[in-house]
């Protein structure tokens, strides 16, 4: 063998062990687009926010502010999630529902200003205020005891007011146990079968 067919050998070998083949059955395959689903939900001149389900049926929200585009994917960030839907869309925020079984749901809250952030709070919100910026939730369900505490929350300050535990009847079967929820900018009711409960929520703002 001469010494150019040996060199040459030997630089096959050198660049096959330096540049593996590529294995197709481990490459992505690409995106369908015909099963991506694209909604836009709020579309104003400073403003847009897209809801998108991928190929896979995974969802994020694409949110643009002043041509500054922002992606949130609730996968990485572990919202449960499985249909969206926008409840309201006020000047500060769209609120996004996330549905996955029944009424089981939690809310997103994407900023339309580039001065605020994305809230999500991993609780079960029951009602919100579109006007005020301020939602009710579940804050603490007793396992023993058969009480529930609901708060009240200002999306702005992040300031929290607490009602009074309210009794419950485990035998009632329609989760979480109140009636209603009426809020203004003072103060929320909540009517429940032992009762109501009150919270003063002028000091969140």
């Not at 900023?111 to 910026?133: G, V």
Request: hydrophobic content about 40%; glycine content about 2%.
């Amino acid at each position: 063998m001469t010494i150019a067919a040996i060199l040459t050998i030997a630089s096959l070998a050198f660049n096959h062990a330096n540049h593996p083949q590529i294995d197709s059955k481990n490459m992505d395959k690409p995106e369908d687009p015909e099963k991506v689903y694209l909604e836009t939900v709020v579309d104003r001149e400073n403003a847009k926010v897209v809801l998108r389900r991928d190929s896979l049926g995974s969802w994020s929200i694409i949110y643009t502010i002043d041509k500054n585009e922002q992606i949130l994917d609730l996968d990485s960030e572990d919202i449960p999630q499985k249909e969206l839907e926008l409840v309201w869309a006020n000047e500060d925020y769209a609120c996004i529902m996330t549905w996955w079984s029944q009424a089981q749901s939690r809310h997103v809250f994407i900023p339309l200003k580039k001065e605020y952030q994305f809230i999500y709070l991993d609780k079960d919100i029951k009602a919100t205020d579109s006007i005020n910026n301020n939602i009710v939730y579940v804050d603490t369900l007793y396992e023993s005891g058969d009480k529930i505490v609901f708060a009240a929350e200002n999306l702005f300050s992040r300031k929290i007011a607490k009602a009074r535990p309210v009794t419950i009847s485990r035998a009632n079967s329609v989760y979480p146990f109140y009636y209603n929820i009426a809020m203004t900018r003072k103060k929320v009711v909540i009517r429940t079968g032992s009762g109501k409960r009150t919270i003063d929520i002028s000091g969140l703002y």
